[in-house]
């Protein structure tokens, strides 16, 4: 396995980007997400237990069930993901929000959270990595169920919404959905620009 290291740097301080968002963003304005970073908030307020942690075992443990589906070069490029975000999260958490009011704002919340996520993730995903479990467990249930991959992310995030109606008023599940949809348009618009004239190319399984 050979890892680029453009392609490391890119992985790690996009994972940084995402961490900051979640912080300053979404952990302070009651707009939340799905899959694993939504869980993680879950957990945060229920449990108080840090997405520096939560996040790096959830990722891990997802990373551990879809070795053998996504390659080592994905779970290598993913791995100096998670500990970009653990370690910038862990940073960022010493020190108090830059927009403490954007629980007041729910939609600009909502727009600006997607940014940091889209963005964060979508550059990430674009090397060959993921700076969540979620790819990675999407496909194992995509593999297991025979349903079409999109149909899990969907599944998947909306489960993590309705359990945070458990401490999310149902008005701003709402604006996690807007934010949800927009964070993966915007993944997906990443992913389709094309920087070198030729293909992009998919992650190889086999690396």
């Not at 449990?47 to 390659?71: D, E, K, Q, T």
């Not at 290598?76 to 975000?85: D, L, N």
């Not at 653990?86 to 958490?93: D, P, Q």
């Not at 704002?105 to 959270?113: E, I, R, Y």
Request: neutral net charge; glycine residues 12%; proline residues 3%.
């Amino acid at each position: 396995m050979k890892l680029k290291p453009i392609s490391c740097a890119v992985a790690f301080f996009s994972s940084v980007f995402l961490a900051f968002g979640l912080y300053h963003v979404h952990s302070m304005s009651g707009v939340t997400e799905g899959g694993v970073l939504g869980a993680t908030l879950l957990l945060e307020h229920w449990l108080h237990i840090s997405p520096a942690v939560s996040g790096f075992i959830m990722n891990a443990l997802c990373y551990l069930a879809g070795w053998r589906l996504l390659g080592r070069a994905f779970i290598g490029y993913s791995a100096v993901s998670a500990v970009g975000f653990s370690l910038a999260y862990k940073i960022f958490e010493q020190f108090p929000p830059l927009w403490p009011r954007l629980a007041d704002m729910p939609l600009a919340a909502s727009v600006l959270g997607a940014v940091f996520v889209g963005v964060g993730a979508g550059l990430c995903v674009r090397v060959g990595g993921a700076t969540g479990g979620d790819d990675a467990l999407a496909m194992c249930l995509s593999h297991v169920t025979g349903w079409d991959i999109q149909w899990v992310y969907l599944l998947s995030d909306f489960a993590v919404l309705a359990l945070s109606v458990s401490y999310i008023p149902l008005g701003r599940i709402g604006w996690s959905v807007l934010t949800v949809v927009l964070s993966g348009q915007i993944i997906g618009l990443i992913q389709k620009i094309n920087l070198s004239g030729g293909k992009i190319r998919q992650t190889d399984n086999n690396s």
